[in-house]
């Protein structure tokens, strides 16, 4: 084989060497004292001819110095690629600290406070056992009322001291007990939400469960009108659901307001053009809201001919299911992980 | 409420189809639940509570005229010529409970089907066909909402009506063959001698017309609310009849729906009118005038609506608007009488336009229909104006601010810091149901018998929950059943007693004590893990704790302690760790930390021969005891400090509590801190011995300790400890 051959053959062969041990061979290989292909050469240039010997000699040597030096570079360079003895594996999996999650219903209440106390609203909590009076007649609704249907009551066996002094009979079916006492106590105005776990007697299935958390809100001045309602509610659907959500309110009916409306927002699944979800309307409803009934302000000393006010009510777990898609409403209570730990922190 | 839409149209000649119709009628308050198309196009409507006239066609019916401004056209109620009366004798006894009794005598013609026409609406509407007579009342009820109910008058005792309530101990069969007894506050309609129908529930079976029947007697009566409701829902019997009285019926509908039925029996060839119609009604009500103010509209809804608008609106609906003499009048009115039927418009106050001055606007006197029933003030009044055009108009703006708010509750505060914390510790926030099974309760339930409810969904959700704990062990044998063994879940929220309601928070924490990792180190929960969790939290809400072994049924024996808390001396002396003043006062029993005994786990489902530790609190308990003030801020220390460790040998069952007070009690006071290092038993140490080893801290705040006095400190301490408790330095 002839010098420059030779010299091909190294350079590819020292392309594809990889490890610290490859260039190792490959050196052996070309300049090992005994059997290298260098070495070989070196010994037959003595044979050579004269006029040629000096010429053989020099491109003999150096090839010797060019695979020498080029395989050196490499092994110092992949001497310096060598990681630490003590060096981590980056790829291992890290060590995960303990932490928890937040309860879906947890997170989106903790979102609608936050909106609501941007707008200046209070939080007031208060008993989930009540009475008959701070749940329903204050409300007006007194008993016979035909409304109280669509409220369907889980009952005490015997009633049961309550924090606020008189004895609770009920499990609350809403938060509005607390918004009465909240007048009771206090003059206008009133900007507060009122959450908290209410309890009606409807059976588990994919969109009703006995307890459920609601939000309720009251607002009460001199000067506060149906079209302040309609703001803040649809402020209070964009903030949820995207200023892109289409809003609509319309005519409803609850006892202790008048008027009273229903927010409803697009549907999700169709875009509102009609779908199984939506009854082929293309909404969805929300939450129930209206103007605070004369009759009530009556029950907790206010003047209804200088006051007006506006009240609204929603149920979290219903938000929840329209927001992200949740299915089925008895997930939020079986506290199964692999469901919690689907939310963010 | 089913609107059969050809009957509709029958009534006003709406121009659109049904399913615009539908989302018309929807806008104005009248919620679709589902439209069928078809060759008898029905839309089922989901009428509030408070529309008992628009339980019928006719009401739904107006509401459409107005929504489209075109003529209701009302039924025929022409009475055909009467033959002779018969015998009948009516006596209302209870006119509070039943206004208004109206009763006419019929002769049967023909009891056979009724026409095609009859029956294909009816059962469009819901409603099954029987025969002639019993479909003309079926038909006039769902046409006007007023139930009817014919009696065989050769049944009837005496030939008489009796409306009066049920005697003691009386009892009736009802059409649905039912024997049914009856109650003195029930009213009831009776013959001579017995009940022949409960009033405005259901008829009776022995005087049901039938193949036999010659003549009969047609009620159209008018029924208290509260009576129907309350005797419907004794009797667990709720017909249509009942649905609707229980609402509110129309007292006018009671003579009129006799003359629509009577008009019917003749245009079908069923019956025909015998003598005149007996008209019961001792108190004759006047209909309700209100009051509508223009700037009240403006004040409530946010808009000033055009005052032509206002008898537009309200026209159309049945109601008779007069402006009153005194109505001031202004611009607006100039437009003057506006067209009975022209699609009003509401405009928006915008922002920087003042309100609209209450001298300004006129004022209207308003005589109420009596077929609604919900309109009884002027608010009412307001609604309906409000509601012509769904809300569209209405703009969106926002209440003002006028008052600094008050500060917020500390417990929602509080529920957040608690909730942090435990999530901080790696544990996940649970739901549980507040009701929970009997068995489940009974173990938690101190002293008394758990809250009972009186009418539970299921003997699963009979108690109020006396803990948490029962509902967070379920959830965890949910998870653990769904192959997931570390669980670790908390709960805040109400726990019930008889004695009212306490806000809680408790966790429950099974498998590993930390999340597996390739590296080793795995362990099992043990009761230092969630005492410890108690302790950051109680750390976090700034009150003392200790703990004491405790007995409880659901804890294992020797792995249950009562955490005791106690009220900050102060933030300062705490830091420094100086003993809490101890006063009876502050000082309370606020939860228990515990592992979970093996056969309250396997009653629950969860596998006994695995741990789980728990732990309680009394969240308001800890909140009494609670620091009001700010945390005062500490300067830091400018000498530094000494730290000695001391081994000793001490009897084994010997609470390291005790070393810890004995150590504190003869220190001098330059001592800060001590903590246990380490805990050892076994080899070079006495069988009933433990070598414990504690790390102490001295420092001065005025100087730098010297080596001699630390170590006269520390012989102290030693000497102490040997004498207290018979301890050997190791």
Same mark, same amino acid.
């Given at each position: 084989?002839?010098i420059s051959?030779?010299?091909q053959?190294?350079?590819?062969?020292?392309?594809?060497?990889?490890?610290?041990?490859?260039?190792r061979?490959?050196?052996?290989?070309?300049?090992?004292?005994k059997?290298?292909?260098v070495?070989?050469?070196?010994?037959?240039v003595?044979?050579?001819?004269?006029?040629?010997?000096?010429?053989?000699?020099?491109?003999?040597?150096?090839?010797?110095?060019?695979?020498?030096?080029?395989?050196?570079?490499?092994?110092?360079?992949?001497?310096?690629?060598?990681?630490?003895?003590?060096?981590v594996?980056?790829?291992?999996?890290?060590?995960?600290?303990?932490?928890?999650?937040r309860?879906?219903?947890?997170l989106?209440?903790?979102?609608?406070?936050?909106?609501?106390?941007?707008?200046?609203?209070?939080?007031?909590?208060?008993?989930?056992?009540?009475?008959?009076?701070?749940?329903?007649?204050?409300?007006?609704?007194?008993?016979?009322?035909?409304?109280?249907?669509?409220q369907?009551?889980?009952?005490?066996?015997?009633p049961?001291t309550?924090?606020?002094?008189?004895?609770?009979?009920?499990?609350?079916?809403?938060?509005?007990?607390?918004?009465?006492?909240?007048?009771?106590?206090?003059?206008p105005?009133?900007?507060?939400i009122a959450?908290?776990?209410?309890?009606?007697?409807?059976?588990?299935?994919?969109?009703?469960?006995?307890?459920?958390?609601?939000?309720?809100?009251?607002?009460?001045?001199?000067?506060?009108?149906?079209?302040d309602?309609?703001?803040?509610?649809v402020?209070?659907?964009?903030?949820?659901?995207?200023?892109?959500?289409?809003?609509?309110?319309r005519?409803?009916?609850?006892?202790?307001?008048e008027p009273?409306?229903?927010?409803?927002?697009?549907?999700a699944?169709c875009?509102?053009?009609?779908?199984?979800?939506?009854?082929?309307?293309?909404?969805?409803?929300?939450?129930?809201?209206?103007?605070?009934h004369?009759?009530?302000?009556?029950?907790?000393?206010?003047?209804?001919?200088?006051?007006?006010?506006?009240?609204?009510?929603v149920?979290?777990?219903?938000?929840?299911?329209?927001k992200w898609?949740?299915?089925?409403i008895?997930l939020?209570?079986?506290?199964?992980?692999r469901?919690?730990?689907?939310?963010?922190? | 409420?089913?609107?059969?839409?050809?009957w509709?149209?029958?009534l006003?000649?709406?121009?659109?189809?049904?399913d615009?119709?539908?989302?018309?009628?929807?806008?104005?308050?009248f919620?679709?639940?589902?439209?069928?198309?078809?060759?008898?196009?029905?839309?089922?409507?989901?009428?509030?509570?408070?529309?008992?006239?628009?339980?019928?066609?006719?009401?739904?019916?107006?509401?459409?005229s107005?929504?489209?401004?075109?003529?209701?056209?009302?039924?025929?109620?022409?009475?055909?010529a009467?033959?002779?009366?018969?015998?009948?004798?009516?006596s209302?006894?209870?006119?509070?409970?039943?206004?208004?009794?109206?009763?006419?005598?019929?002769?049967v013609l023909?009891?056979?089907g009724?026409?095609?026409?009859?029956?294909?609406?009816?059962?469009?509407?819901?409603?099954?066909?029987?025969?002639?007579?019993?479909?003309?009342?079926?038909?006039?009820?769902?046409?006007?909402?007023?139930?009817?109910?014919?009696?065989?008058?050769?049944?009837?005792?005496?030939?008489?009506?009796?409306?009066?309530?049920?005697?003691?101990?009386?009892?009736?069969?009802?059409?649905?063959?039912?024997?049914?007894?009856?109650?003195?506050?029930?009213?009831?309609?009776?013959d001579?001698?017995?009940?022949?129908?409960?009033?405005?529930?259901?008829?009776?079976?022995?005087?049901?017309?039938?193949?036999?029947?010659?003549?009969m007697?047609?009620?159209?009566?008018?029924?208290?609310?509260a009576?129907?409701?309350?005797?419907?829902?004794?009797?667990?019997?709720?017909?249509?009849?009942?649905?609707?009285?229980?609402?509110?019926?129309?007292?006018?509908?009671?003579p009129?729906?006799?003359?629509?039925?009577?008009?019917?029996?003749?245009?079908?060839?069923?019956?025909?009118?015998?003598?005149g119609?007996?008209?019961?009604?001792?108190?004759?009500?006047?209909?309700?005038?209100?009051r509508?103010?223009?700037?009240?509209?403006?004040r409530?809804?946010?808009?000033s609506?055009?005052d032509?608008?206002?008898?537009?609106?309200?026209?159309?609906?049945?109601?008779?608007?007069?402006?009153?003499?005194?109505?001031?009048?202004?611009?607006?009115?100039?437009?003057s009488?506006?067209p009975?039927?022209?699609?009003?418009?509401?405009?928006?106050?915008?922002?920087?336009?003042?309100?609209?001055?209450?001298?300004?606007?006129?004022t209207?006197?308003?005589?109420?229909?009596?077929?609604?029933?919900?309109?009884?003030?002027?608010?009412?009044?307001?609604?309906?104006?409000?509601?012509?055009?769904?809300?569209?108009?209405?703009p969106a703006?926002?209440?003002?601010?006028?008052?600094?708010?008050p500060?917020?509750?500390?417990?929602?505060?509080?529920?957040r810091?608690?909730?942090q914390?435990?999530i901080?510790?790696?544990?996940?926030?649970a739901?549980?149901?507040? !009701? /929970?099974?009997?068995?489940? +309760?009974?173990?938690?339930? @101190?002293?008394?018998?758990? $809250? #009972?409810? %009186?009418?539970?969904l299921?003997?699963?959700?009979?108690?109020?929950?006396?803990?948490?704990?029962?509902g967070?062990?379920?959830?965890?044998?949910?998870?653990?059943?769904r192959?997931?063994?570390d669980?670790r879940l908390?709960?805040?929220?109400?726990?019930?007693?008889?004695?009212?309601e306490?806000?809680?928070?408790?966790?429950v924490w099974?498998?590993?004590?930390?999340?597996?990792?390739?590296?080793?180190?795995?362990?099992?929960?043990?009761?230092?893990?969630?005492?410890?969790?108690?302790?950051?939290?109680?750390?976090?809400?700034a009150?003392?704790i200790?703990?004491?072994?405790?007995?409880?049924?659901? !804890? /294992?024996?020797?792995?249950a +302690?009562?955490?005791?808390? @106690?009220?900050?001396?102060? $933030? #300062?002396? %705490?830091?420094?760790g100086?003993?809490?003043?101890?006063?009876g006062?502050?000082?309370?029993?606020?939860g228990?930390?515990?592992?979970i005994?093996?056969?309250?786990?396997?009653?629950?489902?969860?596998?006994?021969n695995?741990?789980?530790?728990?732990?309680?609190?009394?969240?308001?308990?800890?909140?009494?005891?609670?620091?009001?003030?700010?945390?005062?801020a500490?300067?830091?220390?400018?000498?530094?400090?000494?730290v000695?460790?001391?081994?000793?040998?001490?009897?084994a069952?010997?609470?390291?509590?005790?070393?810890?007070?004995?150590?504190?009690?003869?220190?001098?006071?330059?001592?800060?801190?001590?903590?246990?290092?380490?805990?050892?038993?076994g080899?070079?140490?006495?069988?009933?011995?433990?070598?414990?080893s504690?790390?102490?801290?001295?420092?001065s705040?005025?100087?730098?300790?010297?080596?001699?006095?630390?170590?006269?400190?520390?012989?102290?301490?030693?000497?102490?400890?040997?004498?207290?408790?018979?301890?050997?330095?190791?």
């Amino acid at each position: 084989m002839d010098i420059s051959s030779l010299k091909q053959q190294f350079t590819a062969e020292l392309a594809a060497a990889a490890s610290e041990a490859e260039l190792r061979a490959l050196r052996d290989k070309y300049l090992a004292r005994k059997g290298g292909l260098v070495s070989a050469l070196l010994k037959h240039v003595a044979s050579a001819p004269a006029d040629v010997r000096p010429a053989l000699g020099r491109q003999a040597n150096e090839l010797k110095q060019h695979i020498d030096a080029q395989v050196g570079e490499r092994l110092a360079e992949a001497s310096a690629r060598r990681p630490a003895a003590d060096a981590v594996d980056v790829t291992l999996p890290g060590r995960d600290p303990l932490i928890g999650h937040r309860h879906p219903l947890t997170l989106l209440r903790d979102r609608i406070e936050s909106f609501f106390l941007r707008q200046g609203f209070l939080i007031v909590e208060g008993p989930e056992l009540e009475d008959d009076y701070h749940n329903f007649e204050a409300l007006n609704m007194p008993a016979e009322h035909p409304a109280r249907d669509m409220q369907d009551t889980l009952y005490l066996a015997s009633p049961v001291t309550s924090a606020t002094g008189t004895p609770a009979t009920l499990l609350r079916t809403h938060t509005s007990g607390m918004q009465v006492r909240y007048m009771e106590r206090y003059p206008p105005p009133v900007r507060l939400i009122a959450p908290g776990r209410v309890y009606r007697r409807d059976n588990l299935d994919l969109t009703h469960t006995p307890m459920f958390t609601q939000v309720e809100g009251l607002v009460v001045g001199d000067d506060v009108t149906l079209a302040d309602l309609k703001g803040t509610l649809v402020a209070f659907a964009h903030d949820l659901f995207g200023p892109d959500r289409g809003t609509r309110f319309r005519p409803s009916f609850f006892p202790y307001t008048e008027p009273s409306a229903e927010l409803d927002i697009t549907c999700a699944s169709c875009g509102g053009s009609g779908c199984a979800m939506c009854k082929q309307t293309g909404w969805v409803e929300v939450l129930g809201s209206g103007m605070v009934h004369p009759a009530v302000f009556e029950a907790v000393g206010y003047d209804p001919e200088r006051y007006t006010g506006f009240a609204f009510g929603v149920g979290i777990e219903r938000l929840a299911l329209l927001k992200w898609g949740v299915e089925d409403i008895r997930l939020f209570y079986e506290n199964d992980l692999r469901f919690l730990e689907q939310f963010p922190l | 409420m089913k609107l059969p839409y050809r009957w509709l149209q029958e009534l006003v000649a709406v121009p659109d189809g049904v399913d615009a119709v539908a989302a018309k009628l929807g806008l104005r308050g009248f919620e679709v639940a589902s439209v069928e198309q078809g060759a008898e196009p029905v839309i089922d409507f989901d009428i509030t509570a408070n529309r008992p006239d628009c339980l019928s066609v006719l009401g739904l019916a107006r509401e459409a005229s107005a929504a489209y401004a075109l003529p209701l056209r009302q039924p025929d109620r022409s009475m055909p010529a009467a033959g002779p009366a018969p015998s009948l004798e009516v006596s209302l006894e209870e006119a509070d409970l039943c206004p208004r009794y109206c009763a006419h005598a019929f002769e049967v013609l023909a009891l056979g089907g009724s026409p095609e026409w009859m029956r294909v609406r009816l059962e469009a509407a819901g409603v099954r066909s029987i025969n002639a007579v019993v479909d003309v009342t079926n038909y006039v009820m769902l046409e006007m909402g007023q139930p009817t109910h014919a009696f065989d008058l050769a049944r009837l005792r005496s030939g008489a009506l009796v409306i009066r309530r049920a005697r003691s101990g009386e009892r009736m069969r009802t059409l649905d063959g039912i024997e049914r007894a009856l109650e003195p506050d029930m009213l009831v309609i009776a013959d001579g001698e017995r009940a022949q129908a409960v009033g405005g529930v259901m008829g009776g079976a022995e005087s049901e017309i039938g193949a036999g029947t010659r003549v009969m007697v047609l009620e159209s009566a008018c029924f208290k609310p509260a009576s129907v409701r309350r005797t419907s829902k004794r009797l667990g019997l709720k017909t249509e009849a009942s649905t609707r009285f229980e609402r509110g019926a129309d007292i006018n509908a009671a003579p009129a729906a006799i003359a629509r039925a009577a008009a019917l029996f003749d245009q079908i060839g069923a019956a025909r009118p015998l003598g005149g119609l007996i008209d019961r009604y001792p108190k004759p009500q006047p209909p309700i005038r209100l009051r509508l103010r223009g700037d009240r509209i403006a004040r409530v809804l946010g808009v000033s609506v055009a005052d032509g608008d206002v008898p537009a609106i309200l026209g159309p609906l049945g109601f008779e608007v007069r402006t009153t003499p005194d109505a001031v009048h202004s611009a607006a009115t100039e437009r003057s009488e506006a067209p009975a039927f022209r699609a009003p418009s509401i405009t928006a106050r915008t922002p920087d336009a003042p309100r609209p001055s209450p001298f300004a606007l006129p004022t209207w006197d308003v005589t109420v229909p009596t077929f609604r029933v919900d309109v009884l003030r002027e608010i009412d009044l307001i609604e309906e104006i409000a509601r012509h055009d769904g809300y569209v108009g209405l703009p969106a703006t926002f209440p003002r601010l006028t008052a600094p708010q008050p500060p917020p509750d500390p417990r929602t505060l509080r529920d957040r810091t608690i909730k942090q914390v435990l999530i901080a510790s790696g544990l996940s926030e649970a739901m549980t149901f507040a !009701f /929970v099974e009997r068995a489940a +309760a009974l173990p938690f339930a @101190r002293e008394t018998d758990p $809250a #009972a409810l %009186a009418n539970p969904l299921s003997e699963k959700y009979a108690v109020l929950r006396p803990s948490l704990l029962p509902g967070l062990i379920d959830a965890a044998a949910y998870n653990r059943r769904r192959e997931r063994r570390d669980v670790r879940l908390f709960e805040t929220g109400a726990r019930f007693t008889r004695d009212g309601e306490n806000r809680a928070v408790a966790a429950v924490w099974s498998g590993a004590a930390a999340i597996p990792h390739w590296s080793g180190g795995a362990r099992g929960v043990d009761f230092y893990d969630v005492k410890g969790v108690v302790e950051t939290l109680c750390r976090t809400l700034a009150v003392e704790i200790a703990f004491e072994p405790a007995s409880r049924p659901y !804890f /294992v024996d020797g792995r249950a +302690a009562e955490v005791i808390v @106690r009220r900050k001396a102060d $933030a #300062a002396g %705490a830091a420094r760790g100086a003993r809490p003043v101890d006063s009876g006062v502050s000082r309370k029993i606020a939860g228990e930390v515990g592992q979970i005994t093996a056969s309250a786990l396997e009653a629950r489902g969860f596998p006994a021969n695995e741990d789980v530790f728990a732990f309680e609190l009394d969240v308001d308990a800890i909140a009494a005891l609670q620091p009001s003030g700010d945390v005062r801020a500490e300067s830091l220390p400018r000498f530094p400090s000494v730290v000695r460790d001391l081994s000793i040998l001490v009897d084994a069952v010997l609470p390291a509590a005790s070393v810890r007070g004995t150590i504190r009690s003869s220190a001098p006071p330059t001592l800060v801190h001590i903590v246990e290092f380490d805990r050892y038993r076994g080899k070079g140490v006495p069988e009933d011995r433990v070598s414990l080893s504690l790390r102490m801290t001295f420092r001065s705040p005025e100087r730098t300790l010297t080596d001699a006095e630390v170590d006269d400190g520390m012989e102290r301490i030693v000497a102490a400890l040997a004498s207290a408790h018979n301890a050997v330095r190791r």
